[in-house]
Nanobody, 115 residues
Framework: QVQLVESGGGLVQPGGSLRLSCAAS????????MAWYRQAPGKQRESVAG???????TYADSVKGRFTISRDNAKSTMYLQMMSLKPEDTAVYYC?????????WGQGTQVTVSS
């Protein structure tokens, strides 16, 4: 069983920055795949960024060059650094982990980009 707790969301003006954190209840050293997803009102949940055990990262086209995913195995924490935020980035952001063949999700953290 893995518990994931996101933090760092909030209200930010367009062009601003936020850093999301996802703290896991187990060591993430052996977790191969971790990712951030988001879901905007009335839309399906979508993948934002992923990071894998070899350090390989992937990004949705809509966030490339603006968002950076990283992980700190010693702290069992994954991060999403978000810069140059746009109103269309407004969504609930979810942390995702695949561990021992089971998918785990955090409770989500709201990010609102508005002036």
């Amino acid at each position: 069983q893995v518990q994931l707790v996101e933090s760092g969301g909030g209200l930010v003006q367009p062009g601003g920055s936020l850093r999301l954190s996802c703290a896991a209840s187990v060591s993430i050293f052996s977790i191969d795949a971790m990712a951030w997803y988001r879901q905007a009102p009335g839309k399906q949940r979508e993948s934002v960024a992923g990071i894998f055990s070899g350090g390989f990262t992937t990004y949705a086209d809509s966030v490339k060059g603006r968002f950076t995913i990283s992980r700190d195995n010693a702290k069992s924490t994954m991060y999403l650094q978000m810069m140059s935020l746009k109103p269309e980035d407004t969504a609930v952001y979810y942390c995702y982990v695949s561990w021992m063949g089971v998918d785990y999700w955090g409770q989500g953290t709201q990010v609102t980009v508005s002036s």
